[in-house]
């Protein structure tokens, strides 16, 4: 007999939804991540009462810690990113769940003590076995750990508990090496259960291109080789490779930024309407999409790269790549990659795909921007239109999210002049201020078990198959082109465009 | 949050109000503001700054026109006076407008042309309520008519028999705004001990309309018995579910953090805050079509009070 909760109505929705009784495992405890990103999203989701009474929260790490100091990382971590203001007793409700465990990835007794824990929590807290293990690690211990939980018999459910794991890209550097990892972890826990990050798709702006595109007359009409001229997609960041020099060399541009935020939200504006919104329809035409994309034919012309040069950036005299710390004066890692793309449908055929993004450009944003043909028959003379472009719309992603419709309007005046205007849409400050961050929707959504917002492992093999030509074609050709620091990349990127007869827009 | 600058307009009108608004945006260098709707706030003079200051707060989710209209004294000669303001320091404008004498009587005379296009209003009466919102002249202007029964100056212990009689599509009263997190809180239960509610119990201060509301629904919902008891507060202070298997009982003695206790587990604090107005509004706004369940519930206080 299925159980029907008196209390829920579907017409009933101001009751959020509420995770059941479960706890997070946290691997990786003292990075960047867990401390900017998840303890402060674990906070907020606290604040707001989406987490269910007796959450918990287990460290590992190799530090010598008791529970309260790891209390104490958690606190600080809350005081310094939390988005929601601090308050004693929601502190109290979630301290009281904080456990920490020390050990190393190969110290058999650390996860035996983490079994223990959990059993604890259980008896205690009444997590009733439901734990996420979120690996805020390198991907080189994925198979250490991921062994390690099954040795110890942590990943295995009993009837009506569940096990997941998350993690965050890199999911791999190439087709092959993600292959490898994705089977490490299948061999740990079964695809249902595991949870891949990219919180671009958490972010609100970023799913309200479906929203956008799918509940709108006005969009969908225009949106294919009729209309559109081409698509750019953009993410720029103004700062440098910072301290993640070990990160980053080796892995560069491409692999960092390409694989998975641009290529999923390419899949987003590119792809067709889904029959609904559940996980498999939206993975259905998202794969569709990444399937259907095809390499132009010389890549050295149609793809570029480019490593930030020592300059002035935002009035600021910052060093070059080469010189940074950690970089050998021979790496050719690229910091800014361009690659153009097509897809092979009736939709886009002949509409290519402009992808960039880059460290040290002229400013930080993300934006995908839908650029459309010019009208076919001006009744205006040339030269009233001469300061006509062409007609735009542009999601902002971040920051100042919104959207932007460029258009030609004329010029008040007693001659016909017509110029491009801008008409900016800002939804408030909603999508930054009270609206929740990424991450909190994405564990919410992991102690759900909803797994619509996460990249399967077939779109994660398909975005490697898309890049790897790339990569290799670069990997025999020499060194990436150097680029001024706070510009908008290497020359190379410019001439890509201009062979199609285009320009980027400066966003 | 600082006070923005406000345009002073003394003995002025509508049109003249509604120019200073696009004056004031384009003094602010015409931003985009992408205002979804129009909220009018009915209130005394005594309670406006707060009632504005919580508008502007809501108005960060929910960027509107904010129209606070202050009813003075009906007799005499009618005049409109105005501070109207936009941009600095919140999503969307503002205007306070005082009536006084004649034109009192004619509110919806001066709120109408100050409507965005083609967008929808709401309309909110921090404390006094008219007994018919929608047949009130600015409630009829509205989508969504916003009361709140714990406010009411008088009457206090009927005020939310009154809303409910009053019942109809868009009327809503913060009273049910508040105990939202009760009732995601008692769901949840139900979620995880899939077991029959044999009877129920829900304490708070003697005169609470959001604790008689949430003993509608629990009836309404669970078709059992629900004892309301008298406790000293503040606001709810224990609901008590029981089924076979014993109580589930969540108990806030503080108004922030309950305990939760539920057969076979361990007792676990979890924070209950008592909301504020700007995060009660914001939530009412969210939403501006029916609210089935509240109808539901309003219809069972009113069987009740037959």
Known sequence: MTWTNPLRDPRDRRLPRIAGPCGMVLFGVTGDLSRKKIMPAIYDLANRGLLPPGFSLVGFARRDWADQDFAQIVHDSVKAYARTEFREEVWKQLSEGFRFVQGDFDDDDAFETLRHTIEELDRTRGTEGNHAFYLAIPPGFFGAVAGQLKEHGLVDPTSDSWRRVVVEKPFGHDLESARKLNGVLAEVFEHGSIFRIDHYLGKETVQNILATRFANMMFEPLWNNNYVDHVQITMAEDVGIGGRAGYYDGIGAARDVIQNHLLQLMCLVAMEEPTSFDADSLRIEKQKVLASVRLPRRLDLATARGQYAAGWAGGEKVAGFLEEEGIKATSRTETYAAITLHVDTRRWAGVPFYLRTGKRLGRRVTEVAVVFKRAPHQPFSASSVEELTQNALVIRVQPDEGMTLRFGSKVPGTAMEIRDVNMDFAYGGSFTEDSPEAYERLILDVLLGDPPLFPHHQEVELSWKILDPILEAWERKGRPEQYGSGTWGPASADKMLARDGRVWRRP | ????????????????????????????????????????????????????????????????????????????????????????????????????????????????????????????????????????????LAQRRITDAAAAPRHKGKALHVQCSAYVKGNTDLAWTRITPWRALLAAALDQHHLKVTGASVTAERISPSADLLAAWLHDRLRVEVERSSSRGPGITEVVLDTAEGPIRISRPDGKLATYQSPGRPDRPIALKRRGLPELLAEELRRLDEDDVYAAVTKRLRQAGA
Do not use: C, Y
Not at chain 2, 94 to 105: N, S
């Open chain 2, 1 to 140: 949050m600082s006070s923005p600058p406000m345009m002073e307009l003394v003995d002025t009108t509508s049109s003249k109000i509604a120019s200073e608004f696009v004056r004031a945006r384009k003094r602010a260098g015409s931003p985009a503001m992408g205002m979804v709707m129009t909220l009018v706030i009915v209130v005394h003079e005594d309670e406006s700054e707060a009632a504005m200051r919580a508008a502007r707060e809501a108005s960060r989710e929910h960027p509107a026109r904010v129209l606070g209209v202050i009813l003075g004294d009906a007799r005499g000669a009618g005049q409109i006076n105005a501070q109207v303001g936009t941009g600095a320091g919140w999503t969307g404008e503002t205007a306070l407008i005082r009536l006084k004498g004649e034109v009192v009587k004619h509110p919806a005379s001066v709120v109408l042309p100050l409507l965005l296009p083609d967008s929808p209003v709401a309309v909110w009466w921090p404390s006094d309520a008219p007994e018919d919102p929608a047949a009130d002249p600015l409630g009829a």
